[in-house]
């Protein structure tokens, strides 16, 4: 087994995961993208989103990089990476392994995957409800990670994404909450809003409960 291969059942029995919907990001101030991004989101566009891997490279990627431009010195300090395609093999005996699309993590190094991470998304061609539950298991995979490398993590979200609609979900005191809300690209400030209020969340938590931080 590894993430992609979990059904929602598999993580009630394996790891005693509750789950729930709610409004998780009522709150949230819009963000208006730079004039960068909407220009490459455009261009993506005309090239074409016929599989996974372009929906990935032409409008995913482009919103995290801006989004991760707005963070270069978070909290003053250069501890703010988003990881590619990498392999999050944490343990394989409970099926906690495979590639992950993107990761966020509180770290310097964007050779490999350190920790703390504190969120993921995975990229889907249509299935949201499937991704959701391969993103589920690999926040649990995300948080064991942190865990065996001494970085506790109470809250790690995920999201899951065809580029132009997103579906999150956090993961936190064993529950998963998936949010009721989608979001389209069509309004992309509030997706941005989104992300960033995710970004600022995990580091008040992260940053004051790891003191080597």
């Known amino acids: 087994m590894a993430y992609s291969n979990f059904t929602k059942k598999d993580l009630e029995d394996k790891f005693g995961i509750k789950f729930r919907n709610s409004n998780l990001f009522s709150d949230v101030m819009p963000i208006e993208p730079s004039e960068w991004l909407i220009s490459a989101i455009k261009r993506g566009e005309k090239l074409g989103l016929g599989n996974e891997k372009s929906r990935s490279e032409r409008i995913i990627s482009p919103i995290l990089t801006e989004i991760a431009s707005l963070n270069e010195n978070l909290m003053n300090k250069d501890l703010f990476a988003i990881l590619s395609g990498m392999n999050l093999d944490v343990d394989i005996s409970l099926g906690l ?117």
């Open 97 to 213: 392994n495979g590639e992950c699309d993107f990761l966020f993590s509180f770290c310097e190094m964007q050779d490999f995957i350190s920790p703390p991470i504190f969120c993921i998304a995975e990229a889907k061609k249509q299935d949201l409800d499937g991704g959701i539950i391969q993103a589920s298991a690999q926040v649990i995979g995300a948080k064991k990670f942190n865990e065996m490398q001494n970085y506790p993590s109470e809250m790690i979200f995920g999201a899951t994404t065809t580029g132009d609609v997103w579906r999150f979900l956090k993961f936190e005191n064993n529950e998963i909450t998936f949010d009721k809300k989608y979001y389209y690209l069509a309004d992309l400030s509030k997706l941005l809003g989104v992300l960033q209020y995710i970004i600022e969340s995990a580091a008040n938590k992260v940053f004051s409960n790891i003191n080597n931080i």
